[in-house]
């Protein structure tokens, strides 16, 4: 059974301040995704990293895949208010269109 | 261009009744998958529809059913509903089965059961 283990589950922060969140298994996924989610609302995509080692920036959020596929982080760099949310790591079931989601982020950034 | 749409956006239900949640994937999209989220948790993949038919199903009790219609939409059908079912019910369309990359979320129907 493939299984994604985010952490930490709760973050605050004050607004300026830098964080990364971890999303770790014990399996090979061929790619993982990003999302950010806000109340009441869907999952938004982020980022699809793909190779192992993969570095991708989007603004402030920089996002890498472990070389071994079995890991990711996501980095933010001077958050703000607005990255408040629930960040969610997601990886695809082998050969399947099922999405495997980790136990999300809650990330509270105060002004 | 429209995307995922669901209705209703939120329910009240009381133990042991039915409920109906809807949903119309992306344009274009020929595969719905319903996805259940607890408070503060990651999606749960329940099960996904293509060409009318149950293709995959998750770790679900068979009082989780659902159809989908030759237009592509969808509804999610939940029996003898329990106080842990309160939960936001997910609906997510892609062009193709095994396509997860290509996922595109609907905002939910948020079930309460009280």
């Known amino acids: 059974t493939q299984l994604l283990e985010q952490s930490p589950q709760f973050l605050s922060i004050q607004e300026g301040e830098n964080l990364t969140v971890y999303c770790n298994s014990s399996?090979?996924?061929?790619?993982l995704q990003w999302y950010r989610q806000e109340p009441g609302e869907g999952p938004v995509l982020l980022v699809t990293?793909?190779?192992?080692?993969e570095v991708k920036k989007l603004k402030r959020l920089t996002f890498q895949f472990g070389d071994a596929r079995k890991d990711s982080s996501l980095h933010i760099t001077a958050a703000q208010p607005g990255d408040t949310g629930l960040y969610l790591c997601?990886?695809?079931?082998?050969?399947?269109?099922?999405?495997?989601f980790g136990q999300g982020t809650t990330l509270q950034v105060k002004p | 261009d429209a995307g995922v749409t669901q209705s209703p956006t939120h329910l009240i239900k009381t133990r042991g009744q039915q409920v109906t949640l809807r949903c119309s994937p992306k344009?274009?999209?020929?595969?719905v998958s319903w996805y259940q989220q607890a408070l503060g948790q990651g999606p749960q993949f329940i099960f996904q529809y293509y060409e009318e038919e149950e293709r995959q199903r998750g770790n679900f009790p068979d009082r989780f059913s659902g159809h989908q219609f030759p237009n592509y939409s969808s509804e999610l059908n939940v029996n003898a509903l329990l106080l842990g079912d309160s939960a936001l019910y997910l609906c997510a369309s892609s062009l193709y089965a095994d396509r997860w990359e290509k996922l595109f979320f609907g905002s939910g129907t948020q079930l309460s059961v009280l």
């Open positions: 399996s090979v996924f061929s790619s």
């Open positions: 990293v793909v190779t192992g080692g």
């Open positions: 997601a990886g695809g079931a082998s050969n399947t269109g099922k999405l495997i």
């Open positions: 344009s274009g999209h020929d595969t």
